[in-house]
């Protein structure tokens, strides 16, 4: 009689949910230990007052990805198939992607414009992927960089293609893997920095800036950011930006569904301590240069729970300093997870207000730039100072989904980037004062007039919420910062170097941050786990 393998994923985010329902595709028996008391991790929902809020990501792309985890079955992993099947491929023409496993589970809508950008005089630009629209708002602000956005089109279609579609789901496992696609990637032009690959074929500061913001909802500085990701452009125009009705949440409630119909099991307020280390048939581990093997996991009351293999959808610093003892830890020393740039944090601001006569020109999500792009971008990132400015993501989901407001009102939230808690600032004195000076922006600049007084609810997190609440190191956002020397090969790994049996999966670990490259990175660990089995 075989007996039944299984497994251990540490955090119920988007990763660790989309891991657990691939690893019971694959005929493991999983269970899923988080510490907040229920799923999502960035992606948790805030409820009060009659309003829901999602507290992390709102934006949707790649409905593929979803589409095919909904597809799964106990026994049938889909890990030999094709990534990009011929069909995700085809135009749409402008329709809904079908989703037909998908819609049994949660209702996802296409949203335009995918971004209302505005800038500091007023201004706007409209970000939808319609290459005539797109052309239109170009010529209207700067005619003379018409023919460098085409050669910018071309080439953030090259990027796309060989990045995301031939690459973006390769694993880097050696210098060897990373260094065989070098030469290409400089051919492309996607190792110089975003902002100077995005600046040679625009003149214009609005146009440079509408086509380089989009690493900020990663946590990447455009300053920084190897230009590989212009291909979030491409990614964006050819499937588009999507929201679950009901919200992130819905989508989160979708996947703990389909992950208990194939016997999967989460565990709620049950945080990981450590990770249990063992060496061969049990024996003790005999330190840095024996043989380790992860056994399953200890939990903060006490209590353990044994398996066959431990996943951490966990903080990387996180998983590898607090639950794993130095002495058995040769590559991912505490030395190593300390040197790791950490992505920026945020102040992210939940807000409910009354709609009554209230004209809003908002869209669903909209980006409001500061006049300073460059400056403060050193200041979050570099100079880890909080600047006298900010700049906004502001997500208004009610404008989409009324229901997730009382009747007569509207939810929104307004995420501000700042430095992360390297930067020695105590957000216990200066949070309310800043929280406030963002909603008073809204307000008398004039994005939601009267803002102040419509007012009925507010609540906030700062970078605290996600060293304490999420034991992200440092209170980053989105995990290591994707810079050049912290992609592909060099981000950390999803399988561990130090420890047999144990894998990461999520934002921290290879491909990256971001709705899509979390659900990426699930299909590469399942792959790198099934394969180490013996089952693909």
């Known amino acids: 009689m075989t007996t039944q393998r299984k497994a251990i994923i540490i955090g119920s985010g988007i990763g660790g949910l989309a891991l657990g329902i691939r690893l019971q595709s694959l005929g493991f028996d999983t269970t899923i230990v988080e510490k907040l008391d229920g799923p999502g991790g960035r992606a948790y929902v805030r409820r009060a007052h009659g309003f829901t809020f999602d507290m992390g990501p709102t934006v949707i792309t790649v409905p593929h990805f979803i589409e095919e985890l909904f597809a799964l079955e106990r026994g049938v992993h889909n890990l030999d198939k094709p990534d990009f099947p011929s069909h995700v491929l085809a135009p749409q023409n402008g329709s809904a992607p079908t989703l037909a496993h998908t819609s049994r589970y949660v209702q996802i809508v296409p949203i335009k414009p995918f971004y209302r950008i505005y800038f500091d005089d007023g201004a706007y630009f409209d970000y ?33 293609e060989r990045g995301f579609l031939q690459l973006g789901y390769t694993y880097f496992d050696s210098l060897g893997s990373m260094l065989a696609i070098a030469p290409e990637l400089l051919k492309l032009d996607a190792v110089r920095t975003l902002f100077s690959f995005t600046s040679r074929y625009f003149k214009n500061d609005k146009l440079r800036r509408v086509f380089s913001f989009e690493p900020l909802l990663i946590g990447g500085n455009p300053l920084a950011v190897p230009a590989i990701y212009a291909m979030i452009h491409f990614v964006e125009k050819t499937w588009g930006i999507h929201f679950a009705m009901g919200g992130t949440g819905a989508l989160v409630r979708g996947f703990v569904q389909k992950f208990e119909e194939l016997g999967g099991t989460i565990r709620y307020n049950s945080e990981v301590k450590r990770i249990l280390i063992s060496g061969p048939d049990g024996a003790p581990a005999r330190g840095r240069f024996g043989r380790r093997i992860a056994r399953g996991v200890e939990l903060a009351d006490g209590s353990q729970l044994r398996a066959d293999i431990v996943i951490s959808n966990g903080d990387y610093a996180h998983t590898y300093m607090n639950l794993i003892e130095p002495r058995y830890r040769l590559f991912n020393t505490d030395a190593r997870a300390k040197r790791m740039r950490q992505s920026m944090s945020l102040v992210v601001i939940y807000f409910g207000f009354r709609a009554d006569g209230l004209d809003l020109g908002l869209r669903h999500h909209n980006i409001i730039l500061s006049s300073r792009y460059e400056e403060l ?75 102040c007084e419509r007012l009925v ?4 997190i700062t970078p605290d919420y996600f060293e304490r609440s999420l034991n ?26 130090d420890i047999e049996n144990l894998y990461l999966v999520g934002a921290s670990t290879q491909p990256g941050g971001g709705t899509p490259s979390v659900m990426m990175s699930a299909k590469m660990t399942a792959r790198i786990i099934a394969r180490d089995f013996g089952l693909l």
């Open 377 to 451: 971008l050193r200041d979050i990132f570099d100079r880890r100072v909080l600047a006298p400015d900010m700049s906004h993501y502001l997500h208004v989901p009610t404008l989409t989904d009324p229901s997730l407001a009382p009747p007569g009102h509207h939810a929104a939230y307004t995420l501000v980037p700042v430095p992360n808690n390297r930067s020695g600032l105590n957000w216990s004195q200066i949070g309310d004062a800043f929280a406030d000076k963002a909603l008073r922006f809204l307000d008398e600049a004039g994005y939601i007039p009267g803002l």
């Open 128 to 160: 939808d992927g319609d290459r005539e629209h797109t052309r239109e708002q170009i010529k209207a602000i700067a005619p003379d960089d018409l023919e460098g956005y085409e050669r910018f089109h071309a080439a953030a279609q090259a990027i796309f």
């Open 472 to 497: 992200s190191y440092l209170g980053n956002a989105f995990g290591p910062e994707p810079t050049l020397l912290q992609t592909a090969y060099f981000r950390p790994h999803n399988k561990s170097e």
């Open 457 to 460: 609810y507010k609540s906030f």
